[in-house]
């Protein structure tokens, strides 16, 4: 079954990794705010220099003292039942993760986008899901102007729950795309 897994997980890749062009999902009405905004203003060094909670003036004893200090401004971003379509409530957690990102501080570390399920659905259709997902937030990233090349994705499925209950409070809560920064 595990073999089995393994090549269902590879097909998706493959399958998935062949749309390098598509534009995020996003939600309709959202889809037109991250269209519009161009990486060059992104980019902006004032909007950089700004990261929120980090001093870049700092000097940090090791990459890892680094990372940490970096992904306290990082947000996941949370998605509805069986959707990997980003909302538009979730919007504003993709152009903060890419002042982040696109910081002074961290433009020479690589990021792993992990997708997330909740409980519901059997494996399979939680680590499609959950590929999906990185996919939406990868490609919201990459349209407002990080780096493709710096990103790699991962799906988690359900088996890396943040919240253990069994109610929908819970689930909401596993039902995202977290980001992990790699030196």
């Not at 749309?19 to 705010?33: F, I, R």
């Not at 990261?51 to 306290?72: W, Y």
């Not at 002042?99 to 939680?126: H, M, P």
């Amino acid at each position: 079954m595990n073999r089995n897994l393994i090549v269902v997980l590879s097909f998706l890749v493959l399958f998935t990794g062949g749309c390098a062009s598509k534009a995020p999902e996003l939600a309709d009405s959202g889809a037109a705010t991250i269209a519009q905004t161009s990486a060059p203003e992104l980019a902006a060094d004032s909007q950089i220099s700004t990261m929120s909670g980090v001093d870049e003036s700092v000097n940090f004893g090791s990459v890892d003292e680094r990372i940490s200090a970096i992904a306290k401004g990082i947000e996941p971003i949370y998605f509805a039942t069986d959707s990997y379509r980003i909302s538009e409530s979730e919007l504003h957690k993709i152009d903060k993760n890419v002042q982040v990102f696109n910081s002074e501080l961290a433009r020479d570390l690589s990021i792993k986008v992990e997708g997330n399920c909740d409980e519901w659905g059997t494996d399979e259709y939680n680590y499609a899901l959950g590929l999906k997902r990185a996919k939406s937030a990868k490609d919201a990233l990459s349209v407002a102007g990080v780096a493709e090349g710096r990103m790699s994705l991962v799906s988690y499925g359900e088996s890396k729950p943040v919240c253990f209950e069994h109610n929908e409070a819970c689930w909401q809560q596993n039902r995202r795309v977290d980001f992990e920064l790699l030196p």
